[in-house]
Structures are given as structure tokens and as C-alpha cells.
């Protein structure tokens, strides 16, 4: 309870309970407003401490299992909070804009980033020299505004598993395209948002530097968390297989001693041994001679 207290404060300091204007409220949001003062909603902060911690959990075992949570953020006062969150736990974001056919279009999209890298390795290597000031020129503006847009996703594989959204009005595009693939939602929802629209939701202040980095802060540390679970239940199982190889390599250690063992005993029990000087024994012969 502590805990929570001391989260609801932190919350109400970084002005998370502030809303927008009555008239720019979205009806949905009802069950999470605490009052309204001076014409603005103040959201119930112990509604925000409770569906943050549900998302941090859920979160959390998806960064556990090893998939891939993509932050999206395109506002102007989130992009360099979410950018830094995200680089922290090598998780893949937009914070430019996000292309229409991100996640719909994927292999196109793949396609761009796999020609942005083709042109930072001829950059690099020295291939481009070869090319005019021009060209070189060119390629490095291409470069640059390819990895403007593409730079947060360059390691990205393949669809990831979750998107978290700061603000899901804003980011509508990248929200819809989520849900056409069945990918799971999670994002901070202002008074004017449907809380509907996302698998899991925090009514929070959207707008404030201080409330995206408070939020987007808790929830980086929980998805930090599940990483270093996954990757300490995989140091485990390291040893427990290198107990196992030493445990087997010892018993065909000793299956083969054994076998040899039982070698040197069966060539010895084949004859009895003879006493060194003692007269060898003369067999008789009882084959009768020819013509008697």
C-alpha cells in the first residue's frame, strides 16, 4: 500500500490527474474522472496507479517470453523521452512519423530499411568512393532521412508483439493498423480518448513532458525487469545442461573403464597360468598304428 502511495504522489507531482476542457471530454472516460475543477476533468489517480501496474504486468511477461514491444510517439514534447526509453531495454520505436503500412506492410517497409543499411555499409567501407562528390552526396542525404523514420525499427525482424502509445488519438493510424493484425494495444488514454480502442489502458495526462516520462519511465522499468527474468532463467538452464553433459560424459567415463575391466578378464580366464620352470605335461596318443 506504501508502494502505491508513494506512486499516486509521484503521479499527482508529475500533474498525471490533469485533463482536458469539459467540452472536449469523451463520455467513455466517465469511470475514470475524479472531478471536475475549473472547467477541467481531473483524473481519479488511484484508477491510473491500478491500470499502470496491470499494464507494467502484462508487459513485462511479453518482454519475458522474448518478444518485441514497439513504443510509438510522434507528439512533439514525447519523442526524445520514448526514444531514450526505448533504446534502454533495444526495443524498436517511431517518434517521427509513423508511415501509413508500418506494421500492414511490413515486407515493403523491411524492404527500405535493408536499402538504408545497404547504403550506411557503402558509406562505411569505402565502396562509395568510387562514386562522384554527387552521388556520394545524394546517398548520404537518402541516408539520413531514411534513418530518421526507419532508424528505431532498422533491428526489427518481424512484426512485434505489442505497441505502447502515448496518446491514442494521435497515433489512430499506427492503433488501427494494430488492431487489424491482432496485435495487442497498450496506451495512454486522455479525457477526450475512448479507452475502448486499446487492450489495455492509462488515463493519464498526454501532454505534459513530466506525466509521458513518469509513465513511459514505470513502464520501461517493468519491461527491464522481464528481460533480465528471461535472461537469468537462461543462465540457468545453462548450467543445469552443462551439470547434465558432465554428469553423462563421467557415467560413459566409467561404462568404459568398466567394459575394459571386464576385457582383461576374459582374456585371462582362457587358459589357466603356468608356473615358470615346471615340466610341461605329455598328452598320450590313443590313435591305435596302421596295420596292427
Not at 490527474?17 to 472547467?39: R, S, T, V
Not at 496518446?167 to 492503433?175: K, R, S, V
Request: proline share 3%.
Amino acid at each position: 500500500m506504501e508502494n502505491n502511495t508513494s506512486l499516486q504522489q509521484q503521479l499527482l507531482e508529475a500533474g498525471v490527474h490533469f485533463g482536458h476542457l469539459k467540452k472536449k471530454w469523451n463520455p467513455k472516460m466517465l469511470p475514470y474522472i475524479f472531478a471536475e475543477k475549473k472547467g477541467i476533468h481531473i483524473i481519479d489517480l488511484n484508477k491510473t496507479v491500478d491500470h499502470l501496474q496491470q499494464t507494467a504486468a502484462a508487459l513485462k511477461q511479453i518482454a519475458k517470453s522474448g518478444k518485441k514491444i514497439m513504443f510509438v510517439a510522434t507528439k512533439k514534447q514525447a519523442k526524445e523521452i520514448v526514444s531514450e526509453c526505448a533504446k534502454k531495454v533495444n526495443m524498436p520505436y517511431a517518434t517521427e512519423r509513423w508511415l501509413g503500412g508500418m506494421l500492414t506492410n511490413f515486407n515493403t517497409v523491411r524492404k527500405s530499411v535493408k536499402k538504408m543499411q545497404s547504403i550506411e555499409k557503402m558509406l562505411a567501407d569505402g565502396s562509395a568512393e568510387s562514386l562522384t562528390k554527387k552521388e556520394r552526396l545524394t546517398l548520404g542525404r537518402d541516408k539520413d532521412k531514411m534513418e530518421k523514420v526507419l532508424g528505431g525499427i532498422a533491428q526489427l525482424g518481424r512484426l512485434p508483439a505489442a505497441l505502447f502509445l502515448v496518446d491514442i488519438g494521435h497515433e489512430h493510424i499506427a492503433l488501427a493498423e494494430a488492431k487489424r493484425l491482432g496485435i495487442q494495444t497498450f496506451g495512454m488514454v486522455d479525457t477526450n480518448c475512448d479507452p475502448n480502442k486499446v487492450d489495455f489502458s492509462i488515463p493519464a495526462n498526454d501532454d505534459a513532458t513530466k506525466s509521458i516520462a513518469i509513465i513511459t519511465n514505470y513502464i520501461t522499468a517493468a519491461i527491464a525487469e522481464g528481460l533480465a527474468e528471461r535472461q537469468a532463467s537462461k543462465d540457468d538452464e545453462g548450467e543445469t545442461e552443462e551439470g547434465n553433459n558432465e554428469n553423462e560424459a563421467k557415467a560413459k567415463r566409467m561404462e568404459a573403464e568398466a567394459n575394459a575391466e571386464g576385457g582383461r578378464g576374459k582374456r585371462g580366464a582362457g587358459a589357466a597360468p603356468t608356473a615358470p620352470g615346471a615340466p610341461k605335461r605329455r598328452i598320450q596318443s590313443t590313435r591305435r598304428p596302421a596295420g596292427k
